[in-house]
């Protein structure tokens, strides 16, 4: 079996990553699939419209009520850990789409939790609310 020194640089690689340290502003990103959204300024929008939404279906799983008093326990926990594995993976997602740094996705992410938490979680649109 041959090894390479890892200080040879007598090949290239055919891809370039995008990785930042830090906070960019540009809208030349990858996040969450390999080659999305890709150059297109139409791409890099339905791309922070696709991470606002995983961030407010985050916000609404975390609020969701659907298991009835007197309901079959059982059922009911393991009804309760499916809807929390899903609103894990969307945070997840939402996490990972961040991770890219890009100021734009954060931004999208933050407005996101911050509409789903009023639209599900505050008292605002809730009917027995106290007043």
């Keep these: ?44 929008a339905l791309g922070l419209i696709f991470v606002f939404a995983l961030a407010i279906l985050v916000e609404f799983f975390s609020n969701l009520k659907l298991v009835k008093p007197g309901s079959n326990r059982a059922a009911a926990v393991f009804f309760q850990a499916g809807v929390q594995a899903i609103r894990a993976g969307f945070a997840y997602m939402v996490m990972l789409a961040v991770m890219s740094y890009n100021g734009g996705v954060f931004i999208a992410a933050i407005l996101g939790h911050a509409v789903g938490y009023v639209v599900f979680g505050s008292p605002i649109f809730k009917k027995d609310m106290d007043r």
Excluded: I, K, Q, V
């Excluded at 079996?1 to 007598?10: H, K, L, R």
């Excluded at 690689?13 to 995008?18: C, D, K, M, N, V």
């Design 1 to 44: 079996m041959a090894w390479t020194n890892s200080n040879d640089t007598s090949h290239t690689h055919p891809r370039t990553h995008l990785w930042h340290l830090s906070f960019y502003w540009g809208r030349n990103t990858l996040f969450l699939f390999p080659n999305w959204p890709g150059n297109s300024p139409g791409m890099y």
